[in-house]
């Protein structure tokens, strides 16, 4: 009697065919982000305007990435410089508790 053992060794999953949660969408549509400061041509960022301000941070008060608000960097620059300010002065807040 020979038992032949097949010793299976557990195989670190290294070789993934398709990542899980992974997304290959591809962008579709025309749609293409442009500055908002651009179209307005604005050329100053105002700390006062949190109107403005308001749309280029999170509802945590986080300051949105350029890749989601669209924002050419020179703009997108003066947006956080003047969120910073209007936080200092309190139009702003820093984090929102719960
Ligand atoms: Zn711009």
Do not use: W
């Not at 038992?3 to 962008?27: D, V």
């Not at 549509?29 to 403005?52: A, E, L, M, S």
Request: hydrophobic share 30%; charged share 35%.
């Amino acid at each position: 009697m020979s038992e032949q053992r097949e010793e299976r060794q557990h195989q670190p999953r290294e070789q993934r065919e398709s990542r899980p949660g992974g997304f290959n969408k591809k962008r579709r549509g025309k749609r293409r982000k442009v500055c908002n400061f651009c179209v307005d041509k604005v050329k100053v960022v105002d700390y006062k305007d949190i109107n403005r301000l308001g749309r280029y941070v999170s509802e945590r008060g986080k300051i949105l990435p350029r890749r989601i608000t669209g924002n050419c960097a020179a703009h997108q620059r003066a947006v956080t410089l003047a969120i910073k300010n209007s936080r200092i002065v309190a139009l702003m807040p820093y984090t929102t508790e719960v």
